[in-house]
């Protein structure tokens, strides 16, 4: 693929895999929508590789060096793979952020969770909350866990992780975190533990006003430094 002249066919291969589950994804984004014997290949790569239980085929037609585009197919198999993480199993979709380093990121997530010493009465925001891997896992220390995050994907991801886990004391909803936060704090939503785990630019400072302003006791910020 050449990314000045928009021009070629396969533009990114892009590989998941879990780290206890050993499935593997393997998504193949595409400039176009039409892909010649596209199933034929799916189908060899399963055959070479057992692990790999999904290999998606994701269309971006656009001149652009963002990675995915919106539409997607599966070629072969499930349109997700499963992992486990701090005991807890998380459906994981091709869109949807997860952190590559598994047993480092348990190490990660525990210490922020025993950075926030929960207590059963708590009330935690989880923005920027992916598929929900941090709150599902302090879930069931504390009363109630709010996540947003603006991939609806994920969105759909940690609604169905909680489930598979049995937890039903967490929301989660599609949108920005600094918008969410501001109507979470309107509707009298208080908060007493904010975890945060931003993308690479931090924290928008609309969300940082609107945590402030419902005085949580305590904010646990994961850094991607």
Not at 56 to 63: A, L, T, V
Not at 157 to 162: G, L
Request: with cysteine; proline share 3%; glycine share 6%.
């Amino acid at each position: 693929y050449n990314e000045r002249e928009n021009t070629g066919f396969i533009r990114h291969i892009v590989i998941r895999r879990g780290h206890y589950s050993h499935e593997m994804m393997v998504i193949l984004v595409t400039r176009a929508e039409r892909f010649f014997k596209g199933i034929d290949i799916a189908e060899a790569i399963h055959a070479e590789l057992p692990e790999v239980v999904s290999v998606i085929q994701n269309i971006n037609p656009e001149k652009t060096n963002v990675i995915m585009g919106r539409e997607e197919k599966v070629l072969y198999g499930k349109a997700t793979i499963d992992d486990t993480l701090l005991g807890k199993t998380y459906r994981i979709s091709s869109k949807s952020f997860y952190q590559v380093n598994t047993q480092q990121t348990e190490v990660l997530y525990q210490t922020a969770i025993d950075f926030a010493d929960l207590k059963a009465d708590d009330v935690v925001v989880d923005a920027y909350c992916g598929i929900g891997t941090i709150g599902l896992s302090l879930a069931d220390k504390v009363e109630h866990v709010y996540g947003m995050e603006i991939v609806p994907q994920a969105i759909e991801d940690a609604k169905a992780n909680a489930e598979t886990n049995g937890i039903k004391n967490a929301n989660y909803e599609i949108g920005k975190a600094e918008k969410i936060m501001s109507r979470w704090a309107r509707e009298g939503i208080k908060p007493t533990v904010v975890f945060v785990d931003p993308p690479r630019k931090g924290l928008d400072e609309k969300f940082i006003e609107a945590s402030a302003a419902v005085n949580p006791e305590k904010i646990i910020y994961i850094s991607c430094n």
